[in-house]
């Protein structure tokens, strides 16, 4: 009863969200209600509501992520005013002619920006919005592709600040245990062909390409075919860079205009991730990674990209005037997603405050078997990651557990462990890509410039296929032990169901 109680205010949010379609005034519901539960009464509740929202802005973790997005948004405008975003359409389109191949090009620029998955959002958002734009692409579609290989990219490597937290992580988790010949960085490595669901929905995006589109992404592609509607009459995108910012010259800027910029977030990203975890003094790329503080390492990032826009346009004789309002315009354009972060960061504090994910926990351990261990670890994962928005959350809530647990379960053998690991991580990012609240799909509607309730409920149908087949492999896991066999199957399952939905899509086109 209390597992159920404690999941009311997340799954308030996210049944509000998609029946209103309005974000923002469910997630402030949902938390009232979480406040309703916590403070015994329904006035109490609303000062208990406004704690949360104060307990969330102050946080400097948090803090540093608004004035991060606030950043990426101004860096953007920049890349928009003088002209880059622009000559990089044009560059592009000489040499892509199709929506597939546009889309195509988004999946393989989404996989090379590994290393996190929020500068991977900026990067890729900015280089195909207005090339999917010019092929009919809706802007659910784009979301989605942006959205199916950022978190899973950055989970599976080979280096990024993601997998720093994960090993350090499994570091925490395996102090204790009676053996030391494990290498956390060795186990996470091992656990990889584990994590089914994001070695899948990176498989699902060249899959559906080739296949055809379904459910309510079918609709949202065909309206973009028929009408030139991006976005669906009555959606509001979380940002629109180029209707906020209006229309840039012809010819105003070139390619560099939009590479330089790039070059200098991905460069000082990578130094400060390197920097604030302790390389200047020594640490492995690993180490620092474990210890790097990814908030402060972006910030510098993104304020380096605002300086090079900035300078950019000074460059162009743009005035100090302009340049000051494109600044600004490049904030408000990211408001709405900031209100929605404080948002969805409060309802983190409610399930934390509710003890989600430990009344989650406690209901299954008494099931938990070493044939069932993984299957029921990725379950759990799914809904902790889910309720509460985050994957990150979820993994730090289920590692510590789940990796003794395997241990002791198996008898020290380490290939449950490793299983377990992969299980936990992959049940994370499903979550993570299904719930509204989450950072990462709010960061995907933002730079596809999408509605997000709309990004939601086309992404849904598609990333429970690879959840499905995630869930049917660790069932098989019983009885195949070849992980390798179970991912080729997998992959060949995951192929077949695709294809059959596509052609009902088609079908349903014709008809």
Request: hydrophobic share 55%; with cysteine; net charge negative.
């Amino acid at each position: 009863m209390d597992a159920l109680i404690s999941l009311l205010p997340p799954l308030a949010a996210v049944v509000l969200a998609l029946a209103t379609r309005r974000v923002n005034v469910s997630l402030f519901v949902s938390i009232w209600l979480g406040g309703w539960l916590v403070a015994g009464n329904p006035i109490a509740a609303v000062g208990q509501t406004f704690d949360w929202f104060a307990e969330v802005m102050t946080d400097e973790w948090n803090a540093r992520f608004l004035v991060l997005v606030a950043l990426l948004g101004a860096g953007a405008a920049f890349m928009h005013r003088t002209g880059g975003s622009q000559a990089l359409a044009h560059a592009l389109s000489k040499r892509i002619h199709s929506g597939r191949a546009s889309l195509l090009f988004t999946w393989v620029l989404g996989v090379v920006i590994f290393f996190n998955d929020y500068v991977n959002s900026v990067i890729v958002g900015n280089a195909t919005r207005d090339l999917t734009a010019r092929q009919r692409q809706s802007r659910e579609k784009l979301a989605w592709v942006m959205d199916a290989t950022s978190a899973p990219m950055a989970t599976l490597g080979p280096v990024s600040d993601w997998i720093g937290y994960q090993v350090s992580l499994i570091a925490g988790a395996l102090v204790g245990l009676s053996f030391s010949s494990a290498e956390p960085y060795r186990l996470f490595l091992q656990s990889i062909p584990w994590n089914f669901y994001a070695l899948l929905c990176l498989a699902s995006v060249p899959m559906i390409l080739l296949a055809g589109d379904f459910g309510p992404m079918a609709q949202a592609q065909r309206r973009a075919a028929e009408t030139g509607e991006l976005v669906a009459p009555g959606d509001t995108p979380l940002s629109n860079v180029d209707a906020d910012l209006g229309e840039v010259p012809e010819g105003r800027g070139r390619l560099w205009h939009f590479v330089l910029p790039l070059v200098v977030l991905i460069s000082v990203a990578c130094w400060g991730l390197w920097y604030t975890g302790g390389g200047a003094e020594g640490a492995t790329v690993i180490d620092a990674l474990a210890d790097t503080d990814v908030s402060v390492a972006l910030s510098w990032a993104a304020f380096a990209m605002v300086v090079t826009g900035m300078s950019m346009a000074l460059l162009q004789r743009q005035s100090l005037k302009d340049c000051e309002e494109t600044l600004l315009a490049g904030f408000r354009t990211m408001l709405p997603a900031l209100a929605i972060m404080v948002l969805a960061w409060s309802i983190g504090t409610v399930t934390g405050a509710l003890d989600t994910g430990e009344h989650v926990i406690n209901v299954t351990r008494d099931w938990l078997s070493p044939a069932l261990l993984p299957l029921l670890i990725f379950l759990i994962a799914m809904v902790i990651s889910f309720a509460t928005g985050s994957s990150w959350g979820a993994m730090a809530i289920l590692t510590p557990i789940g990796v003794p647990l395997a241990f002791e379960l198996s008898g020290g053998d380490m290939t449950l462990v490793s299983m377990a690991i992969g299980a936990i991580f992959s049940g994370s990012i499903f979550g993570d890509h299904c719930s509204p609240i989450s950072d990462t799909t709010v960061m995907a509607s933002i730079f596809a410039g999408s509605d997000h309730i709309a990004h939601v409920r086309t992404q849904i149908p598609y990333a429970l296929i690879p959840a499905i087949v995630s869930a049917l492999l660790y069932v098989a896991s019983m009885v195949i032990e070849s992980v390798w066999l179970l991912l080729a199957a997998g992959l060949v399952v995951q192929f077949g169901v695709i294809m059959v939905l596509g052609r009902s899509g088609k079908s349903s086109d014709s008809g």
